[in-house]
């Protein structure tokens, strides 16, 4: 199957005339490459440091220097992925009003270039992570395999294509935890369960609300038409304050007073998540989100401020921070 994309795709090169040659000679550059790569999606890899910091095991400069190697894996083997998504939907792309204007879809990149790039960052990326644990390793595949599949089939799969993006963060997550042997947390898997379940809702929401300004009914191959953004609202919405909710009662468990000596710090941090679930939804529903919230939100000031106050209640809680007042 795999095999006859790639032979459809290299034999459409000449319907782009000049602007795409098998060297691609034309715009290939760095730039291209890091825009093709989706490097600002690289940001949803730092979920790999997410049990290092919670499991308070960053003291240990292994675990910081793996878990970096480990985040590396993942960028090259997310990257390997991203390319072939483009070829695979590389007729799509070109008809569609924001993704026409990808590398390999506008002909800066070169298909040649892609199928290049494609093995050597799948290949590196695996490599990384077999040295680093074979476990994380066997994770790393299937994270690969996973976002494959999601780019095949479960993308134009209604409901399942959410959930999907919601388990590829959960992988994520999971694979900090292998990198420095955390305790796995069925309170931090749940939080994550529901938080990114929200995120890609809010992603399937933007995209309708763009093609709804555009006036079409119906995104292509995608079981989603208009009528569906106020479901989809609904169970965004729902998944995120239930994130909430979850952390809300983690702060309550027992196992708080063992990791966090300022545990009421936490709650401030469960208040900045509760606004910024509401604030992503605001922006979402008035149309500020252009399909990709990632890209959006990593320009979003605001959103910085919040993560800046969250990282410091988080150190504040672990007093590794001390505010003394005479």
Known sequence: MVENILDNVINDNTKLGHKLSPTGHKNNSLKILLKAIRVHQFSKNILIFLPLFLGHLYNNVTNISSTILGFIAFCLIASSVYLLNDLIDLDTDRSHH???????????????????????????????????????????????????????????????DVFTLAVLY???????????????????????????????FVKRYS???????????????????????????????????????VLALYINSPAMTALYSSSACL??????????????????????????????????K?????????????????NHLSIHVT
Not at 172 to 199: K, M, Q, T
Not at 302 to 318: K, Q
């Open 98 to 160: 924001l993704k026409k204007n990808r590398p390999l879809a506008s002909g800066d990149l070169s298909i040649t270039t892609a199928l290049f790039l494609i093995p050597l960052f799948l290949f590196v990326g695996i490599a990384i992570a077999v040295y680093l644990n074979v476990i994380f390793s066997l994770i790393a595949t299937t994270y690969f395999c996973l976002t494959f599949a999601y780019s095949l089939y479960f993308k134009n799969q209604r409901i399942t």
């Open 302 to 318: 605001t959103s910085w401020c919040i993560f800046g106050m969250i990282v410091f209640l988080f150190f504040m809680a672990s």
């Open 170 to 200: 959960m992988i994520r997550v999971a694979a900090g935890v292998v990198i420095v042997d955390a305790v796995f947390s069925e309170w931090l898997l749940s939080f994550a369960l529901f938080f990114f379940l929200s995120l890609a």
């Open 267 to 300: 709650w401030g941090i469960s208040a900045l998540l509760l606004f910024w679930v509401c604030k992503i939804w605001d922006e979402a529903v008035h149309g500020r989100i252009a399909e990709d919230p990632v890209a959006h939100f990593l320009y979003d």
């Open 207 to 245: 995209e309708l609300f763009q093609l709804k300004k555009l006036g079409t009914d119906k995104m292509a191959d995608k079981q989603y038409n208009i009528d569906d953004m106020k479901l989809l609202q609904i169970f965004g919405i729902t998944s995120g304050f239930c994130s909430i909710i």
